[in-house]
């Protein structure tokens, strides 16, 4: 673990947290085993990168976990190296997170137009105990690594699994262009198959309805994330 280098990602007020959107329904689940668990951690058949156009109901213990749907990525999208069943793959091994909170703001305003009828969540979390603890399985993405781009040809970059960047090569030289290079690029952070320990990182839970939230988290919701 670098101690340093955790402390340079996280040195601007804006980054000293990390976000985690999520669908209100999935909340007692995770609640119950104070965890986040990848796609491939909860539904291993349905992440072989196989297109999932819908939201699935995958069983975890005593409770159910939504996973959404992928987006349909074009193939002028991805890199050479790159198939978009692949892409799938890597995308459904991660836990993902906001480094902003403008970021995922971003994100739940999206779900909210796509989705009018559901209800999500925000979970705010510790970010340097986060990424000390989980080190060894971060990774850094400089792109919304799972959007579907609406003009792929304009892009400045391909999707690819090599977006990811494990965080110990972070400001490494040589670096290639579509990785991050310094704090304010990075867009996405992601942990390898699953966070454990979860309640140790949160701060906060934002949802438009608090009976929505666990009764242990009670005491850190937040009524809103507008």
């Known amino acids: 673990m670098n101690r ?5 990602m996280t040195k601007s007020p804006l980054r000293r947290s990390l976000y985690h959107f999520t669908r209100a329904r999935n909340l007692p689940s995770i609640a119950c085993s104070d965890a986040l668990y990848a796609a491939a951690v909860l539904s291993p058949g349905s992440s072989n990168g196989v297109f999932r156009p819908h939201t699935l109901q995958a069983r975890y213990g005593a409770h159910t976990a939504t996973l959404n749907a992928h987006l349909h990525i074009t193939p002028q999208a991805m890199d050479a190296d790159t198939t978009p069943e692949q892409f799938r793959q890597c995308l ?4 993902f997170f906001w480094p902003t909170w403008r970021d995922c703001q971003a994100m ?11 209800a999500f969540a925000i979970l705010q979390l510790d970010a340097v105990r986060l990424l000390s603890d989980h080190f060894d399985r971060v990774k850094l993405s400089k792109y919304d690594s799972g ?3 609406r003009y792929p040809h304009r892009t400045s970059y391909r999707k ?3 977006m990811f960047l494990p965080i110990g090569q ?12 310094k704090p304010s690029e990075i867009k996405e952070i992601v942990v390898e198959s699953e966070l454990t320990s979860l309640r140790s990182y949160l701060q906060a839970v934002y949802c438009h309805d608090p009976l929505l939230v666990p ?7 937040k ?3 507008n």
Do not use: G, K, N
């Open 223 to 225: 009524p809103t994330f």
């Open 92 to 95: 459904d091994r991660h836990v």
């Open 108 to 118: 739940a305003a999206m779900y909210a137009r796509r989705e009018p009828d559901e």
């Open 215 to 221: 009764a242990a988290w009670q005491s850190l919701t």
């Open 147 to 149: 959007s579907s781009p």
């Open 4 to 8: 340093s280098l955790i402390e340079h």
């Open 170 to 181: 972070f400001m490494q030289a040589p670096a290639e262009p579509f990785v991050p290079q």
């Open 160 to 162: 690819s699994c090599r």
